[in-house]
Nanobody, 120 residues
């Protein structure tokens, strides 16, 4: 059974940094390596939105509001994906979710989320 576990959230002042980590289990390495990984966030009363995505061969995409501040990376050998968040703003506050889109299984998997709170 596939599991995704996020960690690294917390409370930080505006301008600070956090590094989120998402660990995948229940799949062999080749399945993870052939998956697209994404970080989403959901603020109170708002819809979940895509923050960053890293595709199978490495290309990345970011929503405009985080470009230049956030960096997504993937460690296939450890079956982990990271989100380095710098220059955090109060509007970055929300629950951050990791999503794995498996080409092998033809489905998406989600983690339980980790709370990020940025104080002004």
């Amino acid at each position: 059974q596939v599991h995704l576990v996020e960690s690294g959230g917390g409370l930080v002042q505006a301008g600070g940094s956090l590094r989120l980590s998402c660990a995948a289990s229940g799949m062999i390495l080749s399945v993870f390596s052939s998956s697209t990984m994404g970080w989403y966030r959901q603020a109170p009363g708002k819809q979940r939105e895509l923050v960053a995505q890293i595709n199978i061969d490495g290309p990345t995409d970011y929503r405009d509001s985080v470009k230049g501040r956030f960096t997504i990376s993937k460690d296939n050998s450890r079956k982990r994906v990271y989100l380095q968040m710098n220059s955090l703003k109060p509007e970055d506050t929300g629950v951050y979710y990791c999503r794995l889109r498996s080409r092998s299984y033809g489905t998406d998997y989600w983690g339980q989320g980790t709370q990020v709170t940025v104080s002004s």
